[in-house]
């Protein structure tokens, strides 16, 4: 250690909050490598993992309560080598040890409390302990106390404890990745088994909590528009429209909180993440343009608006940041974000306003207070516009322009609060993610602003990221951050989807080289799946079963699940055999254990749908005159879309019966679906009536 140098294990010069907050504190955190775990080795002492995030409530909690505590954390000082690890930072450590932890015990969760072997071994974990007893918890001390007993009494309690679960992560792991036939894996069925499981009074899927599921919502509306299943169309729409009204939907500023804590979608954990609004966006822009609603434009719309308001420098540089905490400090229930009737009504001052933000927002209704200071309520959309104007006996029109501004005025109080901090860490796979949610609003709901704003954002994973024959690091700007699968699955993606929409070549060419790195690094040839580490990687700590492929959402989509989307539609895009091989093969990994996960596997199912159902190919050739447009903002589900102009030269790629059309009449738009192709058109409406009807 040079001279003046902080001992905090590395932590105060991280580029993570997190693990720069740990620095702080009495605790003598050390990061996640090597050295932390010789340190343990040497002097013969378990690891204290923590696990968490910045915009984690508990996180704060525990760290308040126990890390920052002196006595607590002499303890830990004394007992165990502590190492801190932030799981936005590092989502292989992570999803290895939520895995291990939820096997032993059952539960999962932020903060991650483990106890690991010199060796990297779990054998015991918990989430958040209390500093007291109560409540059925052990206060955090005894817990500490008692695994350092059982590290130094029961040393082979500890093996056999750590040799029981390394077994049972792979007798789960074999059961998750069962081959199969893809003519097993049926959409319908996945849709009976989320039939099963939807609430159909509050819409989502089981009870409280209730988290959003972008993968499901997507695999329900590609059923509907593939097989005409109502019950898809009916779960669908029920569910967008609860999250739109419910408090889970920030109705004042816009963007999704992570999940509700009831099952109306009242109550939300306020934080914000990048992976929620990005995958939800994506949703509610196709489904809006789809079955024409109007209100989930809106919620789409202020998805985009939400970036632009907390982050405006970042978006314009270039990027969405990671996530936005629940709240601001100790004993905060989420005050930044609800409010009191007597707020309201010195926020509005006259008697219509005050009313109508009751009405609208039902400031009445107990179900929407806090938990913890039950005077503060959460703002819901607990009645339409109409309802508001009979409650008031004010015409329509009066009314909208009444809500507006009552919204209007609500938001310019709120921004006067102190605001939760907003994490503006850019992480190459989440900022993919966001940037594909504002391509398809710009695609779908005509937002140009939102196409600059993907464009930029990609722009910047590309060029600040990107390492040939690596892959893209997981922080932008960040030479020592590691290269993580879902990061080059994610982006590889996005710039599949920005190709789309602006027919800009290096887009698709970006695409397939970190498809190309997928193949190379990441994928198991012995099992046919993707996992992290990548090949060439430098070693890293052992840990109880290395990441396993997986094609649950949990909650971001599964990187497998992507990763067999993505190559299916560059096969559909640059017809290289070697991405249909691989897509075939991944699937097939799986296909024998889907249906058992079907109601966490939508991104899966619709990723097989690629190589089971019809793509449909739109090639237009033209100068520019709206055929583009027209194929762009027409969703139908597995449709690729080239443009050329007449003559060119890169054309020549394409089969030879496509080849044909390029060099023919112009301007035309031709569509196939699958080996089948219509009479081609010349004209945008004539376009759009084709996508709606043709078949094949």
Not at 128 to 138: K, S
Not at 245 to 250: E, H, L, N
Request: net charge negative; aromatic share 8%.
């Amino acid at each position: 250690m040079s001279p003046g140098q902080p001992d905090d294990g590395g932590l105060s010069a991280s580029g993570s909050p997190y693990l720069r907050h740990g620095a702080s504190q009495p605790v003598r955190w050390m990061t996640w490598g090597a050295e932390a775990f010789e340190r343990a080795r040497r002097a013969d002492r378990a690891v204290l993992l923590d696990i968490g995030a910045v915009w984690c409530h508990w996180c704060h909690v525990m760290d308040r309560e126990s890390y920052e505590d002196e006595e607590t954390a002499a303890l830990i000082n004394e007992l165990f080598v502590p190492v801190k690890v932030d799981r936005d930072e590092r989502p292989d450590v992570d999803a290895r040890y939520q895995r291990a932890a939820q096997a032993l015990s059952g539960q999962g969760g932020w903060p991650l409390t483990a106890f690991l072997t010199p060796a990297g071994e779990l054998f015991y974990a918990g989430t958040y302990f209390p500093p007291h007893e109560g409540q059925g918890r052990p206060s955090f001390r005894r817990v500490l106390q008692e695994i350092a007993r059982v590290w130094s009494e029961e040393r082979g309690r500890v093996a056999a404890s750590a040799e029981a679960l390394r077994a049972h992560l792979q007798d789960i792991a074999r059961m998750e990745r069962q081959p199969g036939e893809l003519d097993a894996v049926d959409a319908g069925a996945a849709v009976d088994e989320l039939a099963r499981v939807f609430d159909p009074r509050f819409g989502g899927f089981g009870g409280a909590p209730k988290f959003p599921s972008p993968g499901a919502l997507g695999l329900l509306l590609d059923h509907w528009l593939d097989a005409g299943d109502e019950r898809a169309r009916d779960m669908l729409r029920r569910t967008l429209d609860a999250m739109g009204r419910g408090g889970v939907y920030d109705q004042l500023g816009g963007g999704f909180h992570r999940y509700a804590t009831d099952a109306r979608w009242l109550v939300p954990h306020f934080e914000k993440m990048a992976y929620d609004n990005g995958t939800l966006l994506e949703v509610y822009a196709r489904a809006a343009s789809v079955l024409d609603e109007p209100s989930w434009a809106r919620i789409a719309t202020g998805i985009v608006d939400y970036y632009r308001d907390v982050a405006p420098a970042l978006v314009d540089a270039g990027g969405f940041p990671a996530s936005q905490d629940a709240d601001i400090g100790a004993g905060d229930d989420g005050d930044y974000w609800t409010w009191t009737p007597d707020e309201v009504r010195s926020a509005l001052e006259d008697d219509a306003a005050v009313r109508a933000a009751t009405v609208r927002y039902g400031l009445e209704d107990p179900a929407a207070r806090m938990h913890l200071d039950p005077a503060r309520r959460v703002l819901w959309q607990a009645a339409s516009r109409e309802a508001v104007a009979r409650d008031l006996g004010i015409p329509a029109d009066e009314t909208v322009r009444l809500l507006d501004d009552v919204r209007l005025r609500l938001k310019a109080i709120r921004d006067r609060r102190p605001r939760p901090f907003v994490d503006e860490t850019l992480y190459a796979g989440w900022v993919a993610l966001v940037a594909a949610g504002h391509v398809a609003a710009a695609r779908h709901l005509d937002q140009p602003d939102a196409a600059d704003a993907a464009r930029r954002a990609l722009e910047r994973v590309w060029s600040d990221a990107f390492e040939p024959g690596r892959g893209v690091r997981r922080c932008l700007g960040d030479p020592y951050s590691g290269v993580y699968l879902a990061d080059q699955v994610h982006a590889s993606g996005a710039f599949l989807d920005l190709f789309e929409l602006t027919q800009d070549v290096r887009q698709l060419e970006r695409s397939a080289a970190l498809a190309d790195l997928l193949l190379d690094r990441f994928l198991d040839a012995d099992t046919s799946t993707f996992a992290d580490p990548p090949a060439g990687a430098e070693a890293s700590v052992a840990s109880p079963g290395e990441q396993a492929g997986s094609i649950m959402d949990a909650p971001e989509p599964a990187a497998n699940a992507a990763a067999i989307r993505v190559l299916a539609r560059l096969h559909a895009l640059t017809y290289e055999a070697r991405y249909d091989d691989a897509a075939r093969s991944t699937a097939r990994a799986f296909a024998g254990s889907a249906r058992r996960f079907a109601t966490y596997a939508g991104t899966y199912y619709r990723a097989v749908g690629w190589l089971t159902g019809p793509v449909t190919t739109i090639i237009i050739v033209d100068d520019g005159n709206g055929l583009l447009e027209a194929a762009l903002e027409t969703y139908r589900p597995r449709t690729v879309v080239r443009r050329f102009r007449p003559g060119a030269v890169e054309a020549q790629a394409l089969p030879p019966e496509m080849r044909a059309m390029v060099s023919g009449e112009t301007p035309r738009a031709y569509v196939c679906a699958g080996h089948i192709c219509a009479a081609p058109v010349s004209r945008p409406d004539d376009l759009r009536g084709l996508l709606a009807t043709f078949r094949g």
